[in-house]
């Protein structure tokens, strides 16, 4: 069974467009984070949830909205979608918020924006 | 100064040498070290927990010195299964969030 797994694993759309990237873990972790990494490789969180409350947001546009209707999932909106939004969009979850806790990542979300 | 810095490589040896990465951080407050290990178009995973008396799991030894704000990772014995980018991680602080470099990339060659 795979831990962490997100959906879809390619997103190709068009700027201006909609679109939602969902996440589900089932570690039991109170825990859940979105992660961006650009062209160079660079990983930045944007978001973190905590038994579903917001706890880290970034300065990321407002665009970018995330939702955890449970413990379990954690999904990511995005609207009117530019250019600059194409990246790879990882969802991680902890056991709980305390740092030393080892992240689990899932396989990514490869958005393509043209 | 980069929260992270990391000499990006790549790092190409033979298969059977002795690898060292290094990275420095910029906050002192950090309290949590890690490495994470990310093969191509993979998402990442934990290698090695950093601890401050440096440790060992197998063939990978960390060390951490944080007089200098420095973390080490030597790799033994290569294997072509350890090509990938390491990834060093230092938690960043009061900010309560992990600060990922932009990772070193090993190419063990056979």
């Known amino acids: 069974d795979t831990a962490v797994s997100q959906t879809p694993k390619y997103l190709v759309t068009q700027m201006g467009n909609d679109k939602s990237i969902k996440c589900e873990q089932n570690l039991g972790h109170d825990t859940m984070y979105w992660y961006k990494q650009d062209s160079k490789k660079f990983l930045k969180i944007m978001f973190s949830y905590n038994n579903k409350e917001l706890i880290i947001n970034e300065t990321v546009p407002n665009r970018f909205s995330p939702k955890s209707p449970d413990k379990a999932h954690l999904n990511l909106h995005i609207n009117s979608l530019e250019l600059g939004d194409s990246a790879v969009y990882f969802c991680a979850s902890s056991q709980g918020a305390v740092l030393s806790y080892e992240q689990y990542f899932g396989p990514g979300t490869r958005l393509t924006v043209t | 100064r980069k929260e992270v810095e990391q000499d990006p490589g790549p790092f190409n040896v033979p298969e059977g040498a002795t690898v060292a990465f290094n990275c420095t951080y910029s906050n002192s407050a950090s309290q949590s070290f890690f490495w994470y290990r990310q093969d191509c178009r993979k998402e990442p995973k934990l290698l090695m927990s950093?601890?401050?008396s440096g440790n060992e799991d197998g063939r990978f030894t960390a060390q951490l010195n944080r007089a200098s704000q420095y973390i080490s990772l030597l790799i033994r014995d290569s294997k072509l299964s350890d090509s990938a980018t390491y990834l060093c991680?230092?938690?960043?602080?009061?900010?309560?969030?992990?600060?990922f470099g932009t990772g070193t990339l090993l190419a063990v060659q056979p």
């Open positions: 950093v601890y401050s």
């Open positions: 991680v230092p938690d960043g602080g009061a900010t309560n969030k992990l600060i």
